[in-house]
């Protein structure tokens, strides 16, 4: 745990960065507060003259001005948040937080706080109360006034965020971040087979979870690391996202040569399993499509009766789906030399992904042509795109179930743009033409 908040931290370093702008704010605040000159400025003008006092209340003043500014600028926030919150999903919330353009101007404030406040602890010790020339406050003057310019531009693209388009394309972004990026970055590293199967005796030891929360991540170049160390064979029985009680069955582990597993051995195999109190975003690609699904729920629902923006978060989720197939398919079995499988984690496939991303939408849409047309090229998509004869089958099955929504509708004018759709991706389908990817017109006619 200690080591993926370590990764964590180095992966997205706004901490470290907010520390480093403190750090040269005390280190310049108490330098300038011992300076008396007023030459070799600049741009910055005449050094402010007064005494240790009179500088001592006017950083004071530009403090106090700075943080009043700062409150009512993180309060105008809260709405875009609600917002958010209220009109498309609450999962939307951490992160929203996580990438709201107020984060960048943080670090300024605490330059510029960090040097005012360096400085009135070092006037505060200068016994020399006489009137000089003291660029300190010229300065701090110069440092609030970026700062302030810079929240000023950066609050005004927060309110991008109230756009529909802006919050999906983020999600979209980090469910791509945690494709490509994480894991299959990480599998790419690892001799996998999805076809070796792990088979595991009755008397196997059960693997227990250290603490209650998430499963975040599986480390598994640590874990097949460790199991090839102590020769023992590990199967994890849950997928990421998954929620775990402590104490709680995660897995089963076996000797090679038979015989009971060490606690020790078994303590250290549960340590490669990082639980976390709150799904990550980052790391659990399933949270993320389940965050495009909330939204188009909610705009399908009798409260909002937004069909478009449903259609706009299929869209996304479409996208999402073709980056999905690039994950390797099925369970993440590691090998050993001899073909045998060493390590075996539970992983959803891409038909569990389809299921997920679909049901909800099918359910609440219902039978509006705008929603059932997307979902027609989800199935496209994932048609086209998957490797697994059982993934292809479900894309089959998804356009069935599109085209038993709207049979024997009393309107069929109402669906004729929907089943010209419908019989493009049969058509792609059955492989009676070389269809590409690209969405279909409603005047589309076979050659």
């Not at 992966?11 to 907010?18: D, I, N, S």
């Not at 006034?145 to 927060?158: N, P």
């Not at 729920?297 to 479409?318: E, F, K, V, W």
């Not at 049901?359 to 086209?384: F, K, M, N, R, S």
Request: aromatic share 6%.
């Amino acid at each position: 745990m200690v080591t993926y908040r370590l990764r964590k931290l180095l992966r997205e370093p706004y901490w470290l960065l907010l520390s480093g702008m403190v750090a040269v704010g005390v280190v310049l605040g108490t330098a300038l507060a011992r300076v008396e000159t007023d030459s070799g400025w600049g741009l910055l003008g005449h050094a402010w003259p007064g005494d240790v006092d009179d500088m001592r209340g006017a950083l004071g003043t530009l403090l106090g001005f700075q943080i009043t500014v700062l409150t009512l600028v993180v309060s105008l926030n809260a709405p875009v948040i609600q917002s958010a919150a209220n009109q498309y999903s609450t999962r939307l919330v951490p992160i929203y937080l996580k990438s709201a353009p107020l984060r960048r101007a943080l670090p300024f404030f605490a330059l510029s706080s960090s040097f005012i406040l360096a400085a009135v602890r070092e006037l505060g010790i200068i016994e020399d109360h006489g009137v000089r020339p003291r660029p300190v406050l010229s300065v701090a003057i110069v440092l609030v006034l970026v700062a302030l310019c810079l929240l000023i531009v950066f609050l005004v693209r927060t309110f991008r965020f109230l756009r529909v388009e802006r919050v999906l394309k983020l999600v979209q972004h980090l469910i791509v971040s945690a494709t490509e990026r994480r894991i299959q970055a990480r599998l790419k590293r690892l001799p996998l087979d999805p076809a070796a199967t792990l088979r595991l005796p009755a008397d196997a030891t059960s693997l227990l979870a250290s603490t209650s929360g998430y499963l975040a991540e599986v480390n598994l170049q640590a874990l097949t690391r460790l199991a090839r160390k102590w020769g023992v064979r590990v199967r994890i029985g849950i997928t990421l996202g998954e929620y775990i009680d402590q104490e709680a069955v995660v897995g089963w582990v076996v000797a090679d040569r038979g015989g009971p597993v060490a606690a020790s051995v078994l303590h250290a195999l549960a340590g490669t399993l990082i639980i976390t109190s709150a799904r990550d975003p980052d790391c659990d690609p399933s949270f993320g499509l389940r965050t495009l699904v909330d939204v188009a729920n909610r705009a399908l629902s009798s409260s909002s009766n937004d069909a478009y923006t449903a259609r706009q978060a299929l869209h996304q989720i479409r996208s999402v789906m073709r980056r999905l197939a690039a994950l390797p398919q099925g369970d993440w079995n590691v090998i050993d030399p001899d073909g045998s499988a060493r390590v075996s984690v539970v992983a959803l496939r891409l038909r569990d992904y389809l299921f997920l991303a679909v049901d909800g939408p099918l359910h609440y849409a219902g039978g509006d042509p705008e929603v059932l047309e997307e979902v027609l090229q989800i199935a496209l998509t994932v048609g086209l795109v998957a490797r697994d004869a059982e993934d292809r089958a479900a894309a089959h099955a998804l356009l069935a179930r599109v085209l038993a929504e709207v049979q024997g509708s009393p309107e069929p004018d109402r669906f004729h743009r929907l089943l010209t759709q419908a019989e493009r991706v049969r058509a792609s389908f059955q492989g009676e033409r070389r269809a590409s990817v690209e969405r279909g017109r409603a005047d589309w006619l076979p050659d």
